[in-house]
């Protein structure tokens, strides 16, 4: 399984680690509603099957030459 030793709930600084980015892509992504997410108070957590479904979509969008 992908990321299988990250927690079940990130936060966006730990969703940008796992992804090799930076915080503020990561938060753009968020925002953007690109990767899926739930705020809580102005806490924003994002459940690790959301990271997946956007790492595993992105066999969908590769174009070949």
Not at 1 to 27: C, H, R, S, W
Request: with cysteine.
């Amino acid at each position: 399984m992908v990321f299988k030793e990250l927690p079940d709930i990130l936060t966006v600084p730990q969703v940008a680690q796992a992804l090799g980015i930076g915080k503020n892509t990561a938060y753009r992504l968020v925002n953007d509603r690109v990767i899926g997410s739930k705020h809580i108070g102005r806490k924003i957590i994002v459940p690790k099957a959301c990271l997946v479904d956007y790492v595993l979509s992105a066999r969908y969008t590769v174009t070949s030459p």
